[in-house]
């Protein structure tokens, strides 16, 4: 669905999104980059950073670039609304594992609310058997 949503907002606004797909996938990487086992803490700037690594992987950041008029860069990703507004998606969802923490310095808001944050917690056990539930679903 990541794709779609991405044309959309490429043709209709000419805008670069980050959709809940690329969040929920950055994550995953970081957690498999960490072993994979236990619960960690990310900073937005660190999943911005694994969001343009995917996209670079899967070519999707060259033809972003060619595309749209937006920065693409990971500092930009994780300032732009459609990444809180994805992530808010994400933890109101319901979707267990992920959680927004604060390290730092509370940069960024997670709407409704407008929370501050700056990380994200991550219960990797958590998010592993819901992401596994979700792959084995046949559909109905």
Same mark, same amino acid.
């Not at 959709?19 to 950055?26: E, G, L, R």
């Given at each position: *669905?990541?794709?779609?949503? *991405?044309?959309?907002?490429?043709?209709? &606004? /000419?805008?670069? =999104?980050? !959709?809940?797909?690329? =969040?929920?996938?950055?994550?995953?990487? =970081?957690?498999?980059?960490?072993? /994979?086992? #236990?619960?960690?803490?990310?900073?937005?700037?660190?999943?911005?950073?694994?969001?343009?690594?995917?996209?670079?992987? &899967?070519?999707?950041? &060259?033809?972003?670039?060619?595309?749209?008029?937006?920065?693409?860069?990971?500092?930009?990703?994780?300032?732009? @609304?459609?990444? !809180?507004?994805?992530?808010?998606?994400?933890?109101?969802?319901? +979707? #267990? #594992? +992920?959680? =927004? !923490? !604060?390290? $730092?310095?509370?940069?960024?808001?997670? %709407? %409704?609310? *407008? +929370?501050?944050?700056?990380?994200?917690?991550? $219960?990797?056990?958590?998010?592993?058997? +819901?992401?596994? @539930?979700?792959?084995?679903?046949?559909? #109905?």
């Amino acid at each position: *669905m990541s794709p779609i949503f *991405m044309q959309y907002a490429l043709e209709a &606004r /000419g805008e670069v =999104i980050v !959709t809940p797909a690329d =969040i929920v996938v950055s994550v995953l990487r =970081i957690s498999r980059a960490r072993g /994979g086992a #236990g619960d960690f803490v990310a900073s937005a700037e660190e999943v911005a950073k694994e969001v343009a690594s995917f996209w670079e992987e &899967r070519d999707l950041l &060259r033809r972003l670039k060619l595309y749209s008029q937006d920065e693409v860069a990971p500092e930009a990703l994780c300032r732009k @609304r459609s990444f !809180t507004a994805s992530l808010a998606l994400i933890i109101n969802a319901g +979707i #267990g #594992g +992920i959680h =927004i !923490t !604060t390290e $730092r310095r509370p940069e960024l808001q997670l %709407p %409704p609310r *407008m +929370i501050g944050f700056d990380s994200l917690y991550v $219960r990797a056990q958590q998010l592993s058997s +819901i992401v596994r @539930r979700v792959w084995r679903w046949e559909g #109905g």
